[in-house]
């Protein structure tokens, strides 16, 4: 079964079509579709989206929580399907869009979360640490510091 893009964004159809090619805008996929797709918020999106990429798929709920605005966001490796440069545009978006929203990630591109207030860092279950990225990534002998060291070596290379 397949329904629109602009139904896969806004099922009860509340928004209108600026409001949608805004949110898509936002998540870097507004060019995408007036480039790829000439039926632009009609194209066909799969069941399950299986005719888009990964990526795709994640950027596109991206884009429905910015037009839901919602109070609490889980996002559990939203952007792991992402390019660096595109995910760094996702990150801006967040910082300034989710101001009023509580987000809770889970995330192993430790650089995606530096700017998040609180990091609670687990191991098999178990809390290791709780403050904020910036005070573990100091901490000498901190776990997030150990994991912050171990991803940015590995990002050179």
């Not at 632009?40 to 005719?51: F, I, K, S, W, Y």
């Amino acid at each position: 079964m397949e329904c629109a893009y602009s139904s896969s964004l806004d099922p009860f159809g509340i928004y209108s079509d600026a409001m949608l090619w805004e949110a898509l805008t936002a998540v870097d996929l507004a060019a995408h579709i007036k480039a790829n797709l000439s039926s632009g918020l009609e194209a066909d999106v799969a069941q399950g989206g299986e005719n888009w990429s990964a990526g795709q798929r994640q950027l596109l709920c991206l884009a429905r929580a910015l037009l839901e605005k919602p109070k609490l966001m889980v996002m559990d490796e939203a952007t792991s399907n992402i390019d660096s440069r595109t995910d760094d545009k996702i990150q801006a978006m967040l910082q300034s869009a989710f101001v009023e929203c509580s987000v809770l990630t889970i995330a192993h591109r430790i650089d995606t979360i530096m700017w998040y207030d609180k990091v609670l860092v687990l191991d098999q279950g178990s809390v290791l640490e709780y403050d904020s990225p910036k005070d573990l990534a100091k901490k000498e002998g901190s776990a997030f510091g150990a994991l912050l060291a171990e991803y940015s070596k590995g990002k050179k290379n």
